[in-house]
């Protein structure tokens, strides 16, 4: 059959994979552009891809990856994600410190006086609780609700981490309609003077 012969552009745009086969064999050229994944750029010094510093932008600065990206539209969304969370871990996180610190002041109350009130606890509360089995059952369902939120604030944020990532990915990604295929007639090198004919098969992508 013949020697199948791969090339590859080391820095310039073109992409191109050569297979020739005998007198009577085809020739395959691709035109690609760069892949955005080997471009490197400069962070902090160091020399990295642009996916990867979008993927480190965003993890520093929630919207900064989607900024380096030129993705201004996504920003509302980033900091609505991001800060709606935030602020839900932030609210349960207080309402679970002052149950849990109106449990242990009920408890000192009750030490100095048997007939203490819920009444007398210094959180807004936690005095309004009726009993200490609500404001035990307060501080379980509080600790959950944080819990939670602790997960959907992580889960938020790599999200925007993940999209800037993929966005850089896909930046120079093409999906116009400026994507063609031809076959032309073509002259083969051979191992004798003559060269053999084929048909070179070219895949253009902008």
Known sequence: MGAVLFWLAGSGP???QTVTVGPDSARVTTQAAPDSSRRTERLLGMRVTRPQKAALLA????????????????????????????????????AFREYREGKEEYA??????????????????????????????????????????IAYTALAYGITILDALVDAHLRDF??????????????????????????????YVK
């Open 14 to 16: 073109l992409h191109a």
């Open 59 to 94: 993890l520093v600065l929630p919207g900064a990856g989607q900024i380096y990206n030129r993705r201004y539209w996504k920003l509302p969304l980033v900091y609505g994600a991001v800060g709606g969370t935030g602020y839900g871990l932030y609210f349960y996180q207080k």
């Open 108 to 149: 000192r109350l009750l030490r100095d006086n048997p007939n203490a009130t819920l009444s007398q606890l210094s959180g807004p509360r936690v005095k309004l609780e009726t009993s200490a089995a609500n404001l035990q059952s307060g501080l379980v369902q509080y600790r959950r609700y944080r819990d939670t939120f």
């Open 174 to 203: 093409d999906i116009s309609d400026d994507l063609g295929l031809r076959l032309d007639p073509a002259l083969l090198p051979t191992s004798s003077p003559v060269p053999g004919t084929g048909l070179a098969l070219t895949f």
